[in-house]
């Protein structure tokens, strides 16, 4: 008898593609469960594409107050996280997923974009994400991270929002998240450099407003023609 079950989506996923795994080491651990528990994220969890798990710092906080940062050597502002709870972390996530690059959110990194996100849907290891908070962290823990990543020349008041959108990033580019498989190819930077043409939908007139005739009437070579002279180049 034939398994039609075989053709399912989870079960091509499952036996092609082993589940990626992003693990995310913060002292906030709740500020992910609106990202993690929503929309797609929720969706490619439960087709099991991918593992979304955060790893509580304070869990490997040192003493009964559960120490995570101290002073900085040389004097200054603020509080660093110490080595030894950022260390432990990350053996635990390494655990869990032996084969994972490790990432530190800085702003010193190399600059996100959507050409590193390509890559990374593609690569065949997980993910285990430092989150700096304060002031930042001791400059030891770079001596176990694969890259350094920057979401843009600002300063955040921790490593969680860009963990959180380079997880986005990534994850809505893994075949199987979106619903059209072509949905992310065509969109704005794909090719590195161009923005995505303005949309409209439904309906044709809106206060006054109309959706460019070209759109409405069919003609696919038009719309092409149209989107194409509407797209744009970045800076
Ligand atoms: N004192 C540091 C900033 C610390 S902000 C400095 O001047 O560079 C606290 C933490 O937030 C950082 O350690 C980092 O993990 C995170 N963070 C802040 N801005 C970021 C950005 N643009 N990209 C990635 N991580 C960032």
Redesign the pocket.
């Known amino acids: 008898m034939i398994d039609y079950n075989i053709f399912t989506k989870k079960s091509i996923y499952r036996t092609l593609v082993r589940m990626k795994k992003f693990q995310v080491i913060t002292l906030f651990p709740e500020m992910f469960t609106g990202v993690f528990e929503n929309s797609m994220m929720w969706k490619a969890q439960r087709d099991e594409i991918v593992q979304l798990r955060t790893i509580n710092l304070r869990n490997f906080g040192i003493g009964p107050r559960q120490q995570v940062d101290d002073t900085p050597y040389g004097g200054g502002d ?1 509080m660093l996280l110490k080595p030894e709870p950022l260390f432990a972390a990350v053996a635990e996530a390494r655990k869990n997923d032996p084969t994972a690059k490790v990432l ?6 190399q600059r996100w974009k959507q050409s590193i996100a390509q890559n990374w849907s593609e690569s065949d290891h997980g993910y285990i994400f ?8 001791d400059e030891r823990i770079v001596s176990l991270v694969d890259e350094q ?11 969680e929002l ?1 963990a959180m959108t380079i997880i986005d990033s990534i994850v809505r580019l893994i075949p199987g998240v979106l619903g059209g498989e072509s949905s992310a190819q065509i969109e704005s930077f794909s090719d590195g450099e161009t923005l995505e043409f303005p949309q409209y939908t439904k309906p044709a007139e809106f206060e006054g407003m109309a959706v460019p005739e070209v759109l409405l009437n069919g003609n696919h070579a038009l719309i092409a023609k149209w989107r194409a002279d509407h797209s744009f180049k970045a800076e």
């Not at 530190?104 to 990194?109: A, D, F, Q």
């Open positions: 603020g530190l959110m800085t702003p010193r990194g430092i989150c700096g908070r304060y002031e930042g962290y990543v920057s979401v843009g020349d600002y300063v955040l008041t921790g490593g860009p």
